[in-house]
């Protein structure tokens, strides 16, 4: 396990599987962002699937996982998500805002 990040700051890996993926990529994907997740300690990963039946081809991890599902998210919404997640807390950390707001206006709310 490898500490890269100093203090409290951990990164986030986001991967967004494809709407064609197979049932075996999406599995593949999975596990290795949890492997990536492990591996960079601390580190949290978002894997966003395109419906239902996507998420349901996961394997179950539920001490470690957590499914959240959405149609499309606010700005006001994204915000909520990541305080609730504890995804880059900006409570008077300007990077943590300027990384939380990066990730907002590349990927969208």
């Known amino acids: 396990v ?10 986030v890996f986001v991967v967004e599987i494809a709407t064609t993926a197979s049932e075996d990529t999406i599995r593949t994907e999975a596990q290795e962002l949890k492997e990536l997740c492990t591996a960079v300690k601390g580190a949290h990963g978002i894997l966003v699937v395109s ?3 996507a998420a349901g081809k996961l394997n179950q991890d539920e001490g470690r996982q957590r499914f959240v599902w959405v149609d499309v998210f606010s700005e006001e919404e994204t915000q909520v998500l990541f305080n609730n997640l504890d995804v880059l807390v900006t409570d008077g950390d ?3 805002a300027a990384l939380r707001r990066k990730i907002i206006d590349e990927i969208g709310p």
């Open 2 to 11: 490898y500490e890269l990040y100093p203090g409290d700051q951990k990164p």
């Open 51 to 53: 419906d239902a039946n």
């Open 94 to 96: 300007a990077e943590a």
